[in-house]
């Protein structure tokens, strides 16, 4: 096994070692309650289990109440968001134990996620504003080299990227076609935008929304009626509505 993979395999070892070892000491705790030093640790597990569980439901609490007063609240949400981040991958795994599938979960937490952004209200310039659309939105024969500049596009019409092109001109948005998630990141660290339309597979999404942590990215799914990463397509219009939600209008305050 080489060492990236021992990495990984080591850490897995470790964290159920971990588990292992607190489950060892909770019963060796219970079973000598009698010593003064074993009520104490109980004690003091105990108060560190009951703060932890305190925050993350204050912080589930914060998503709802700003969700409900539908305005953003920013004390309650930074805290809404760690939570928000910390619980994620829990929360996939309940819904997994209900039988709710993956898409549906990841569909929800977009949402969810998009509405967050929504309510910030944010009056951002055209060139603050960052449109990352996949590669396989590209049609599979097209021999242009859209993701070194999307400018290469020559706008025939054959897939979407043409009309993505000309409303990111007529809003004064940047445009970039990526291959995945490692771009996504590179593109968004150099260009550094205050915010995101970002358009993808619930998978790629709802990781994008995570990765990009303090930038408001709103999600648009696309369309794969050729399935998964082949000739895909997005609801234009939805696309032009995150980007309005978002963008500074004459009149609108800065
Ligand atoms: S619209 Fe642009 S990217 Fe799409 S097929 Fe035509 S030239 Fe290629």
């Known amino acids: 096994m080489n060492t990236k993979k021992r990495i990984y395999i080591g850490l897995l070892a470790a964290s159920l070692m971990i588990i292992l070892l607190i489950a060892i000491l909770v019963y060796y705790l219970m079973s000598n309650k009698d010593i003064i030093l074993s009520q104490v640790l109980l004690i003091s597990l105990t108060v560190m289990a009951a703060i932890l569980f305190i925050i993350l439901l204050f912080g589930i609490i914060s998503i709802v ?68 659309a996949p590669h396989c ?79 408001p990215v709103l999600g648009v799914l696309n369309c794969r009626p050729h399935g998964p990463c082949f000739n895909t397509g997005v609801n234009l219009e939805e696309v032009e509505k995150a980007l309005m939600s978002i963008t500074k209008e004459d009149g609108k305050d800065a």
């Open 65 to 132: 109440i700003i969700i409900i007063r539908a305005r953003t609240i920013p004390s309650l949400e930074t805290l809404g968001q760690r939570v928000n981040e910390l619980l994620f991958p829990l929360a996939l795994f309940t819904g997994r134990l209900f039988g709710i599938s993956r898409e549906k979960i990841l569909q929800s937490y977009i949402a969810v996620n998009n509405h967050l952004v929504g309510l910030k209200e944010l009056r951002l310039q055209g060139n603050q504003i960052l449109i990352l």
């Open 137 to 215: 939105l590209q049609d599979a024969e097209c021999p242009h080299k859209i993701t070194m500049d999307i400018n290469n596009c020559k706008g025939c019409g054959k897939c979407d990227i043409a009309s993505l092109k000309k409303m990111a001109q007529d809003h004064n948005a940047l445009l970039r076609v990526v291959t995945g998630g490692t771009l996504a990141r590179k593109v968004v660290t150099d260009i550094r935008p205050r915010g995101v339309i970002a358009i993808a597979c619930e998978r790629d999404l709802s990781l994008g929304i995570h990765d990009m942590g303090s930038i």
